[in-house]
């Protein structure tokens, strides 16, 4: 009995607690870049070190700010052409240009399915025969690739559990992926949560 409760216990908890380390995670991160320029902005103003609160204050405050404002620049002409230039000058610096432009086309892709990738979503054997996981078409195309019959090879897209912006590039042949009748949102939801949270009933072989 005294098992039955731990383990019940520990299962009603443990999405509170991964949600908690998360969040706490993500909050000493903004805190930590926030704590240099706060400190110089108060050694300038001749002003005592803001405490741990008062930078997380801080760091609250800004975040919002700056994504409210990059928001608001996206939402006019003007904030856009800045932005192009901001991400033009970022793909001329060497290293960061091959990370920052990778990054970006995948989160394109994944929200909006740009450019027809990420819109399919498959059934497809990975990463051993006889073991399967869903992923999305990436291209359908691989001639690219030096395959004689490249046009028959599909670039799929497979996420990591819990996070679906790293995963894995595969090309497979067209007859082996099977096409699934599900949602990219209901995919991505099913890796996130570890394949707790399926899609629709009936949808999943």
């Not at 019940?8 to 908890?13: H, I, N, S, V």
């Not at 800045?82 to 000058?89: G, R, Y």
């Not at 970006?104 to 996981?133: C, D, H, N």
């Amino acid at each position: 009995m005294f098992r039955k409760y731990l383990l019940a216990g520990f299962f009603t908890l443990l999405p509170s607690v991964v949600t908690f380390w998360i969040l706490r995670a993500i909050f000493n991160s903004l805190v930590d870049i926030f704590r240099g320029p706060a400190s110089w902005l108060a050694s300038v103003l001749h002003l005592p070190v803001p405490p741990f609160w008062g930078l997380a204050l801080i760091s609250a405050v800004t975040t919002v700010c700056l994504l409210t404002l990059t928001g608001a620049l996206v939402g006019n002409f003007v904030g856009r052409q800045l932005l192009q230039w901001l991400d033009e000058l970022v793909m001329h610096v060497p290293l960061v240009k091959g990370i920052y432009g990778a990054t970006k086309q995948l989160m394109s892709a994944i929200q909006s399915g740009q450019g027809g990738s990420f819109k399919e979503v498959v059934m497809v054997e990975w990463p051993r025969p006889g073991a399967y996981t869903l992923g999305f078409i990436a291209h359908r195309d691989c001639r690219w690739a030096g395959f004689e019959d490249g046009e028959d090879m599909v670039a799929v897209y497979v996420p990591t559990a819990p996070n679906p912006t790293s995963g894995y590039v595969i090309m497979v042949e067209a007859s082996k992926i099977r096409p699934m009748d599900i949602t990219p949102e209901q995919a991505l939801t099913w890796a996130v949560s570890g394949g707790v949270v399926t899609p629709s009933p009936g949808k999943l072989p």
